[in-house]
């Protein structure tokens, strides 16, 4: 998987002067282009869109500099139908528009090239399951909240604790499917996964009963699911487990993600001795077999 990422990569910089076609990309890397969105966003810590246009950007800023061309024919090279369009994004990579940094020889952000690999650490194994699942139901109540990766998410920890108790109870005496209990549920992402970009936050369960007034629908289609186990602090133990499941599972198993709501199971730890932030979370992800 990593080699055929990194061949993807080389694919990006043959055509930085021209059209970066992602499915081309995901044809290379023998995969979809949901999961090399997903897996890039999580091995290089930004959206593949960012990386695509800091690399531009940098190749474009060295011929800036270099004075042997018009800023205009530079611009067209890139993609921009103006020197405007050119000048506001040169100015948001690198602080500095063209026509100065050629002026004044400033200095510029460089975007290094990626290459990816996997580095062998052994410390730890992962503990997973593979479940296939029939068609089901998450019931519940719904918000439109930022993505946060690192850190607390101010706008679900406000969202759920405004729902009033009484509604929580009722939900979680629908629970008649695993994952039991209460759920968090994460759907209609954003592809990009950029921070701070907006998703659909289901505080609910999932069940086969009908939906209490008030509450919101997400009918969820047979498939199959990769399910995660993990224990720790909260919420980095969370976040850490999402981030290894993309950097050290996805690279290492037959899998590759599909489009689908993510659900996040949470109770407190088991052992009560532990700090009462520490909790037992369980994440189930919408997986499928790579083709071969």
Known sequence: MLERLNQSMETIEHHLDGSVDVAELARVAATSEYHLRRMFSALAGMPLSEYVRRRRLTVAGAEVLAGHETLLVIATRYGYGSGEAFARAFRAVHDVGPGEARRTGAALVSQPRLTFRLTIEGSSSMRYRVADRPAFTVVGVKARVPLVHVGPNQAIVDFVRGIEPRILESLEKLSDQ??????????????????????????????????????????????????FSTSGPAPEAIQYLWRDVFTQWFPSNPYRSRPGPEILRIRPAADRNEPEAEVEAELWLPVERERT
Request: overall charge negative; aromatic content about 6%; proline content about 12%.
């Open 178 to 227: 695993e994952p039991q209990g209460l759920v968090a549920v994460c759907d209609d992402l954003d592809p990009s996964r950029a921070e701070g970009t907006e998703l659909d936050y289901y505080q609910g369960v999932i069940t086969s009963e009908p939906a209490p007034e008030g509450t919101t629908v997400l009918p969820v289609p047979a498939g199959t699911w990769a399910v």
